[in-house]
């Protein structure tokens, strides 16, 4: 079913998102332009359905599938789409204020060019890490450590070791209860880690955390599954 369809009539704020919500707590921030485009010629959202009586084989490695539903994507411009916008094992869709807007701590300075690499950064942000992380108590999900709280990583960590520990993460923290998957091989990882680098001296380390408005909060229960 076409995401676009599922949200027909609905009155969905200009400033909003929509956050695809899955059961271990993992929470993709869909733009409201991605998720309800309908042109092919762009990429299309569509919401795959797990039936009861054909049941989806289980996601590598994992005893469970990735029902009972997926984010999927087609189109022409569908290598637009970055790995954590595929959420699966999703248990509902909501709309959502822009997570700037729910969680001041992550907005940047509103001066900044359009062109500023802290803007693409902050974006990068939102797609990437937001889904699993907090960042000064700002943000949603609840998979994976705080970023900022209680001290930067870009502070005790050198530029190479933080690259490496990003790219592959279950390496060099191998204990970690809920380890990140490293980046796939579509990703650019080198473009990408740059983006991150220079947006992370505007969080400054050890802020207070910052309460998440009621409006902003979801119910998170159950257990990760790794990223396709």
Do not use: D, Q, T
């Given at each position: 079913m076409p995401v676009a369809s599922l949200l027909e009539g609905m009155t969905l704020p200009?400033?909003?998102v929509i956050e695809a919500i899955a059961l271990d707590g993992f929470i993709a921030q869909l733009p409201l332009d991605l998720a309800l485009n309908a042109d092919e010629s762009k990429a299309v959202a569509w919401?795959?359905?797990e039936m009861a009586n054909q049941p989806w084989p289980?996601?590598?490695e994992k005893d469970a599938s990735?029902?009972?539903f997926y984010i999927v994507w087609t189109g022409a411009e569908v290598g637009s789409i970055r790995s954590e916008q595929w959420p699966f094992q999703m248990a509902k869709l909501v709309s959502q204020p822009s997570p700037a807007a729910c969680w001041p701590a992550l907005a940047v300075d509103p001066g900044l060019p359009p062109t500023d690499p802290i803007r693409a950064g902050q974006a990068l942000f939102v797609v990437q890490c937001l889904t699993c992380h907090k960042l000064n108590g700002a943000g949603a999900a609840d998979v994976g450590p705080d970023l900022n709280l209680p001290q930067n990583p870009t502070e005790y960590l050198t530029p190479q070791g933080l690259d490496d520990l990003i790219r592959n993460p279950k390496l060099y923290a191998p204990r970690l209860l809920r380890p990140c998957r490293p980046f796939r091989p579509i990703i650019s990882a080198t473009a990408r880690l740059a983006s991150l680098s220079p947006i992370s001296s505007t969080w400054p380390a050890g802020s207070s955390p910052v309460a998440a408005s009621t409006?902003?909060?979801v119910q998170r229960r159950g257990r990760r599954l790794a990223r396709p």
């Open positions: 200009p400033n909003s919401l795959a359905i289980h996601v590598p990735a029902g009972p409006s902003c909060r």
